[in-house]
């Protein structure tokens, strides 16, 4: 009763709004207004050209021209925030009034400065700052993403608020969101799925070059609404930027280029791409490598460590006035060692670590996106996209294939914005996947399986200017089809579920805003949790399946406080989550094929946490910067720790800046872990001590950004706690990385 109670109030409400909107709720006709202006950088003055320009209220995006200007035609009357965000420069932020059929000029000048109000589209699946968001977003930028340099997308990620990095080596770092890892955590390219195995076990790796991305966005926390019951724990978006709605497409040629070298672990890498807009049409491509060797710590060389990647991209696309299409390609290869694997395999025994173990991953990715804009109805656009991704990879000892996987996946989806009607706004669309998933080799855990999944979803915003509430449902379907030769036909296994959440979001005072949300999740068991068996040592585990797993069902509550203004931004996240028939991997005591055995169970659990981020100016050229985080999660019967989950953290640091120089002195600290699974050491507390230089020298068309980054000063000896590695394989030692970054616009 209590369930259907919740699922009937949150869908009831998620859909008031659309029925207020497309049906019941009629309003005075005004005339539309204008709102324009020009974008220019306060060190020279000149216009800035290809800078984002976001009409908050209205979610509506545009560029700015050769001279720096913007527009926003057909404008009901009323408040809008306007926000303008280019590249390696501070976000400007403008609240303006619109009368009916008024013309409001509003021009920005841009300088650097290290506060960014940035943008984000995953949270909402418009566009919005993550002030507005209802929830706790993350945006790393391009710059940014270069700057840091790294071999792939958990590394990235692994000091951001909240986000910890779960690894088998460098190559397969993937991000740990709140302590929720593997199935719990949707990582996506552009909005879809990227279609990787690298959620099944600790040696898998994401196939994205993030220097090849405009920005990552981190959702945190329950992103099940828009996105599935893969995202229970929160999503991670690399955004690559072709795939932008916005207004009017860019004239002329605009691109990038990025080179990285370091050293502890050899690296190099070169990054490079274009786009180039003719009329109504945009032409895109590019492509890069990065390889690094074995990395060094203060205990000696990991062997085997080492990365290579390489990958291209490319397509065109076509928008006029109420249409646009694009299509894309995408393709990322990539192979990467496998520390101490042979070692683990045998049971520890001497010498079995020559025996050289590594993937190599390939990913093939097409993706078609078409959508409508403007329209003159109660609807302001559809958007469409249709994906189809072949992903393999193949596990190999000393170059003899071992397993091969392959996972073949379309996805696809529709969704609706309704237009702003009154105080309502919002969308809804369906969405849906088919998988055909297939492992040959030595190590086939899970029998060749279909899946099939669809779901319907509806997000609403009333907004009151003084305050504003959110809230939406989603009702999903998912279907495994196992190969009836390897597993009887009652195998065959049916989730259906709900998801809801309601939130309200409160403007203080001038910048600011207190947000609280309330979560109802859903999830199906992911196919290793239900069909593996046999040894597998990427979870150092001998896996027994359970193909009766029932669903996981959630409730969470958000809350949050945030500031943003030119001299302050601070931001205090508190999370409570409550998790029906966790599904965990217990351990039953028994040893086989050197590995531990566990089963795959369930049992209520619950996650509790937060975080707080600080950044003031404590001087005209100096900032301070600091910050943690931390996470329990147990089970509730036992009171037992769940594994892996990430130690209090602290971080405290400087930013010294004069003009376009910034010297950023911080340090990490992190706290021992005490609070261990059965099958898990505790880890030992550290700090490290790391220095961050960069240049950054911003003209009309083109920015310049030399970055020097230097890590672990200390030369600290200290072992990440999610590493599934950590007690044969420390975290690498003392260096430093140069990078260079050239954005031509």
């Given at each position: 009763m209590?369930?259907?109670?919740?699922?009937i109030v949150?869908?009831?409400?998620?859909?008031?709004?659309?029925?207020?909107?497309s049906?019941?709720?009629?309003?005075?006709p005004?005339a539309?207004?204008?709102?324009?202006?020009?974008?220019?950088?306060?060190?020279?003055?000149?216009?800035?050209h290809?800078a984002?320009?976001?009409?908050v209220?209205l979610?509506?995006v545009?560029?700015?021209?050769?001279?720096?200007s913007?527009?926003?035609?057909d404008?009901a009357?009323?408040?809008y925030?306007?926000?303008?965000?280019?590249?390696?420069?501070?976000?400007?932020?403008?609240?303006?009034?619109?009368?009916?059929?008024?013309?409001?000029?509003?021009?920005?000048?841009?300088?650097?400065?290290?506060?960014?109000s940035?943008i984000?589209?995953?949270?909402s699946?418009?566009a919005?700052?993550t002030?507005?968001?209802?929830?706790?977003?993350i945006?790393v930028d391009?710059i940014?993403?270069?700057e840091?340099?790294h071999?792939?997308?958990?590394?990235?990620?692994?000091?951001?608020?909240?986000v910890?990095?779960?690894?088998?080596g460098?190559?397969?770092?993937?991000?740990?969101?709140?302590?929720?890892?593997?199935?719990r955590?949707?990582?996506?390219?552009d909005?879809i799925?990227t279609?990787?195995?690298?959620?099944?076990?600790?040696?898998?790796?994401?196939?994205?070059?993030?220097?090849q991305?405009e920005r990552?966005?981190?959702?945190?926390?329950p992103?099940?609404?828009l996105?599935?019951?893969?995202?229970?724990?929160?999503?991670?978006?690399a955004?690559?930027?072709?795939?932008?709605?916005?207004?009017?497409?860019?004239?002329?040629?605009?691109?990038?280029?990025?080179g990285?070298?370091?050293?502890?672990?050899?690296?190099?890498?070169?990054n490079?791409?274009?786009e180039?807009?003719?009329?109504?049409?945009?032409?895109?491509?590019?492509?890069?490598?990065q390889r690094?060797?074995?990395?060094?710590?203060?205990?000696?060389?990991?062997?085997?460590?080492?990365t290579?990647?390489?990958?291209?991209?490319?397509?065109?696309?076509?928008?006029?006035?109420?249409?646009?299409?694009?299509l894309?390609?995408n393709?990322?290869?990539?192979?990467?060692?496998?520390?101490?694997?042979?070692?683990?395999?045998?049971?520890?025994e001497?010498?079995?670590?020559?025996?050289r173990?590594?993937?190599?991953l390939?990913?093939?990715?097409?993706?078609l996106?078409?959508?409508?804009?403007?329209?003159?109805s109660?609807?302001?656009?559809?958007?469409?996209?249709?994906?189809y991704?072949?992903?393999?990879?193949?596990?190999y000892?000393?170059?003899?294939?071992?397993?091969?996987?392959?996972?073949?996946q379309?996805?696809?989806?529709?969704?609706?914005d309704?237009?702003k009607?009154?105080?309502?706004s919002?969308n809804f669309?369906?969405?849906?996947m088919?998988?055909?998933?297939?492992?040959?080799?030595?190590?086939?855990l899970?029998?060749?399986t279909?899946?099939?999944?669809?779901a319907?979803?509806?997000?609403e915003?009333?907004d009151?200017?003084?305050i504003a509430?959110?809230?939406?449902g989603?009702?999903?379907?998912?279907g495994?089809?196992?190969?009836r030769?390897?597993?009887?036909?009652?195998?065959?296994?049916?989730?259906?579920?709900?998801?809801?959440?309601?939130?309200?979001r409160?403007?203080?005072?001038k910048?600011?805003?207190?947000?609280?949300n309330?979560?109802?999740s859903?999830?199906?068991?992911?196919l290793?949790?239900?069909?593996?068996?046999?040894?597998?040592?990427?979870?150092?585990?001998?896996?027994?399946g359970?193909?009766?797993?029932?669903?996981e069902?959630?409730?969470?509550?958000?809350?949050?406080?945030?500031?943003?203004?030119?001299?302050?931004s601070?931001?205090?996240?508190?999370?409570y989550?409550?998790?029906?028939?966790f599904?965990?991997l217990?351990p039953?005591?028994?040893?086989?094929?050197n590995l531990?055995?566990?089963?795959?169970?369930?049992g209520?659990?619950?996650?509790?946490?937060?975080?707080?981020?600080?950044?003031?100016?404590?001087?005209?050229?100096?900032?301070l910067?600091?910050?943690?985080?931390?996470?329990?999660?147990r089970?509730?019967?036992?009171?037992?720790?769940?594994?892996?989950i990430?130690?209090l953290r602290?971080?405290?640091?400087?930013?010294?800046?004069?003009?376009?120089?910034?010297?950023k002195?911080?340090a990490?600290?992190?706290h021992?872990q005490?609070d261990?699974?059965?099958?898990e050491?505790?880890?030992?507390?550290?700090?490290?001590?790391n220095?961050?230089?960069?240049?950054?020298?911003?003209?009309q068309?083109?920015?310049?950004?030399?970055?020097?980054?230097s890590?672990n000063?200390?030369?600290r000896?200290?072992?990440n706690h999610?590493?599934?590695?950590?007690?044969l394989?420390?975290?690498?030692?003392?260096?430093?990385?140069f990078?260079?970054?050239?954005?031509?616009?």
């Amino acid at each position: 009763m209590r369930d259907s109670y919740i699922r009937i109030v949150l869908l009831v409400s998620a859909l008031l709004g659309f029925a207020l909107s497309s049906a019941g709720f009629e309003e005075r006709p005004e005339a539309v207004g204008v709102i324009r202006g020009t974008v220019t950088i306060e060190a020279n003055r000149a216009p800035l050209h290809k800078a984002t320009v976001l009409l908050v209220q209205l979610g509506r995006v545009t560029e700015t021209g050769e001279e720096g200007s913007y527009e926003f035609r057909d404008v009901a009357p009323g408040n809008y925030d306007i926000v303008v965000h280019s590249p390696a420069l501070a976000d400007g932020r403008q609240s303006v009034r619109l009368s009916p059929g008024g013309v409001i000029i509003q021009d920005f000048q841009l300088r650097i400065a290290p506060i960014k109000s940035q943008i984000t589209v995953t949270a909402s699946g418009s566009a919005q700052t993550t002030l507005e968001a209802f929830q706790a977003v993350i945006s790393v930028d391009a710059i940014d993403l270069a700057e840091k340099g790294h071999t792939s997308i958990g590394e990235v990620l692994q000091n951001q608020s909240g986000v910890a990095k779960r690894s088998f080596g460098p190559g397969n770092a993937r991000p740990v969101i709140r302590g929720f890892d593997g199935d719990r955590v949707l990582v996506m390219l552009d909005g879809i799925p990227t279609g990787s195995l690298a959620s099944q076990s600790g040696d898998h790796g994401e196939n994205l070059d993030v220097l090849q991305l405009e920005r990552v966005e981190v959702v945190k926390g329950p992103a099940t609404l828009l996105y599935g019951s893969n995202a229970i724990g929160g999503v991670v978006n690399a955004v690559s930027g072709h795939h932008q709605i916005q207004e009017h497409p860019h004239s002329g040629l605009s691109g990038y280029f990025t080179g990285v070298g370091g050293s502890a672990n050899a690296q190099g890498a070169v990054n490079s791409g274009f786009e180039y807009g003719a009329g109504r049409w945009l032409l895109w491509g590019g492509g890069g490598g990065q390889r690094t060797g074995d990395y060094g710590t203060p205990a000696g060389t990991v062997v085997n460590s080492r990365t290579r990647s390489e990958g291209s991209y490319g397509g065109f696309g076509f928008y006029g006035a109420k249409a646009y299409f694009r299509l894309g390609y995408n393709y990322d290869h990539r192979r990467y060692g496998i520390p101490f694997a042979a070692f683990l395999e045998s049971g520890g025994e001497a010498g079995s670590d020559e025996e050289r173990a590594n993937l190599r991953l390939r990913r093939h990715d097409l993706r078609l996106t078409g959508g409508l804009l403007n329209l003159d109805s109660f609807l302001s656009g559809v958007r469409v996209v249709l994906a189809y991704t072949h992903y393999r990879h193949g596990e190999y000892e000393d170059q003899a294939l071992g397993t091969d996987f392959t996972n073949k996946q379309f996805t696809y989806r529709i969704a609706v914005d309704q237009k702003k009607t009154g105080r309502c706004s919002g969308n809804f669309g369906f969405s849906g996947m088919h998988r055909d998933y297939q492992a040959l080799g030595d190590e086939v855990l899970a029998p060749p399986t279909t899946q099939n999944s669809y779901a319907l979803f509806a997000l609403e915003t009333i907004d009151y200017e003084k305050i504003a509430f959110q809230a939406g449902g989603r009702f999903e379907h998912n279907g495994y089809t196992p190969d009836r030769s390897f597993l009887p036909a009652r195998s065959e296994r049916v989730f259906n579920g709900f998801s809801g959440a309601a939130g309200i979001r409160v403007p203080l005072w001038k910048g600011s805003a207190f947000v609280a949300n309330y979560t109802h999740s859903f999830r199906a068991p992911a196919l290793e949790e239900l069909y593996n068996h046999g040894p597998h040592p990427g979870n150092l585990a001998y896996e027994i399946g359970n193909a009766e797993l029932k669903r996981e069902r959630g409730d969470g509550i958000d809350l949050s406080l945030r500031h943003r203004a030119e001299h302050l931004s601070a931001e205090a996240n508190f999370f409570y989550y409550s998790l029906s028939d966790f599904v965990f991997l217990a351990p039953t005591g028994q040893i086989k094929d050197n590995l531990f055995e566990a089963k795959y169970l369930q049992g209520d659990s619950r996650y509790l946490g937060g975080e707080v981020n600080l950044e003031v100016q404590l001087h005209k050229h100096v900032w301070l910067n600091t910050g943690m985080d931390i996470v329990n999660a147990r089970l509730r019967r036992t009171d037992t720790p769940l594994p892996r989950i990430p130690p209090l953290r602290a971080r405290t640091g400087f930013d010294v800046r004069y003009k376009g120089f910034s010297v950023k002195p911080e340090a990490v600290m992190v706290h021992s872990q005490e609070d261990v699974f059965s099958t898990e050491r505790r880890t030992a507390g550290y700090t490290l001590f790391n220095v961050n230089a960069s240049y950054t020298l911003p003209r009309q068309h083109v920015v310049h950004v030399f970055a020097v980054d230097s890590f672990n000063l200390g030369d600290r000896l200290y072992r990440n706690h999610l590493s599934f590695i950590k007690d044969l394989a420390p975290e690498i030692g003392r260096g430093i990385r140069f990078s260079y970054t050239l954005r031509f616009f």
